[in-house]
């Protein structure tokens, strides 16, 4: 199946909030999930350091197939949250969303951060863009949870904020 990629400006505020809930399930994982979805896609989105890309069927461009979410700034090109639904896992969408960000943040090997508990589900697609493990942090996020980051460091500053959240 083909599927249709696009980008989400700032101003589509409906398309927005249904990305949003569609990342509910991260809440889980990324306890401040909803804190960093406002305070930080959101600006960036209208300031323009910031993408959205959504992933649809060609018969239902309602329907979201998987979703990209890019930080593209000088100091720092980084996947913050790459998403495929499980009714289109294997369907190529992950690998078509990822040379996607790799051609906007033009880079061969963005900083990508992925949780144990997800770890496994994307090995061979990191594999197969040959990503690999640069660390990973205990407890980073939430207690009890190992986040593991791709090609670059995960870094905080004085404040103990992620940087490149």
């Known amino acids: 199946m083909n599927f249709n990629i696009e980008c989400i400006h700032y ?9 949003f809930e569609h990342l509910s399930f991260l809440r889980s994982e990324y306890p401040n999930f909803a804190l960093w979805f406002q305070g930080k896609v959101l ?4 300031s323009g350091n910031r993408q959205i890309y959504v992933a649809t069927t060609p018969t239902n461009p309602s329907e979201l197939a998987g979703i ?40 061969s090997h963005p900083l990508i951060t992925v949780s144990s508990t997800y770890k496994n589900e994307y090995s061979s697609l990191f594999k197969k863009f040959g990503f690999s493990c640069f660390a990973s942090y205990c407890n980073y996020y939430q207690a009890n949870s190992i986040e593991y980051s ?11 904020d992620v940087v490149n959240g």
């Open 43 to 46: 600006p960036g989105l209208e």
């Open 150 to 160: 791709y090609n670059s460091p995960i870094e905080r500053n004085s404040l103990g």
């Open 11 to 19: 101003q589509d505020t409906e398309r927005i909030g249904s990305i």
């Open 68 to 107: 990209l979410i890019l930080k593209n700034e000088l100091y720092e090109k980084k996947v913050c949250t790459l998403c495929v639904f499980p009714k289109y896992q294997k369907q190529h969408i992950g690998t078509k969303l990822l040379h996607l960000a790799i051609d906007i943040l033009q880079v």
